[in-house]
């Protein structure tokens, strides 16, 4: 079993910016396409970002598209996500989550995540 842990969460200006990490132990996690989701208050858990298991391809939620990146190192065994002129609906708890399966491309549905972090708040005022 991976266990994944972010941080990098905080408080940041709308407009600003923030560089969230999450960092895998256990089994490697090299084979396996990396998500991050997001929950807002009230509001269900949603996709935000994915890279597949090499780093050749990467999907983004449209609402993040054009300001979002998701990366990962797999010499450190991290995966990251550099946000860009944050919103305030960007508020949310963000969370790091690993594929179940191991060698696929695309993979967005929350159901396909197998491994999840326990999140690291962010908090974008206006």
């Known amino acids: 079993q991976v266990q994944l842990v972010e941080s990098g969460g905080g408080l940041a200006q709308a407009g600003g910016s923030l560089t969230l990490s999450c960092a895998a132990s256990?089994?490697?996690?090299?084979?396996?396409?990396m998500g991050w989701f997001r929950q807002a208050p009230g509001k269900e858990r949603e996709f935000v970002a994915s890279?597949?298991?090499?780093?050749?391809?990467?999907y983004y939620a449209d609402s993040v598209e054009g300001r979002f990146t998701i990366s990962r190192d797999k010499a450190k065994n991290t995966l990251s996500l550099q946000m860009n002129n944050l919103k305030t609906e960007d508020t949310a708890v963000y969370y790091c989550?690993?594929?179940?399966?191991?060698?696929?491309?695309?993979?967005?549905?929350?159901?396909?995540?197998?491994?999840w972090g326990q999140g690291t708040q962010v908090t974008v005022s206006s």
């Open positions: 989550a690993a594929d179940r399966r191991d060698w696929r491309r695309k993979v967005i549905a929350e159901a396909d995540f197998g491994s």
């Open positions: 890279i597949s298991w090499d780093g050749d391809n990467t």
């Open positions: 256990g089994r490697t996690f090299s084979n396996y396409a």
